[in-house]
Nanobody, 127 residues
Framework: VQLVESGGGLVQAGGSLRLSCAAS????????MGWFRQAPGKEREFVAT????????HYADSVKGRFTISRDNAKNTVYLQMNSLKPEDTAVYYC?????????????????????WGQGTQVTVSS
């Protein structure tokens, strides 16, 4: 599967952005999806994950209550709504797909369990 992120940009602190990740292929429902981010000089870190149905989600503590992950399986797209953005949210944001057994509810937080990655989209939050 190929993943293409969009929606990044420059925003002031307190503002909002919505990232999108479009996936190719016919088996989008077979994947748990996730968002990760990587700031300069830091390791790539988990942000959020969503199960194939969208019924189960999990967030990093640093974004809980501010970010919302969702997906539209009809459009093969996963989203990350980011509100109340802070300068420390500045990073390249990556979409990722983890293949799982179709129909099984799985959420994946570990970077090593993801099979496919997008190219990333830059999010910059100014103070």
């Amino acid at each position: 599967v190929q993943l293409v992120e969009s929606g990044g940009g420059l925003v002031q602190a307190g503002g909002s952005l919505r990232l999108s990740c479009a996936a190719s292929g016919r088996t989008f429902k077979s994947y748990a999806m996730g968002w990760f981010r990587q700031a300069p000089g830091k390791e790539r870190e988990f942000v959020a994950t969503i199960s194939w149905s969208g019924l189960n989600t999990h967030y990093a503590d640093s974004v809980k209550g501010r970010f919302t992950i969702s997906r539209d399986n009809a459009k093969n797209t996963v989203y990350l709504q980011m509100n109340s953005l802070k300068p420390e949210d500045t990073a390249v944001y990556y979409c990722a797909a983890a293949e799982n057994i179709p129909g099984v509810e799985v959420i994946v937080a570990a970077r090593s369990q993801y099979d496919y990655w997008g190219q990333g989209t830059q999010v910059t939050v100014s103070s």
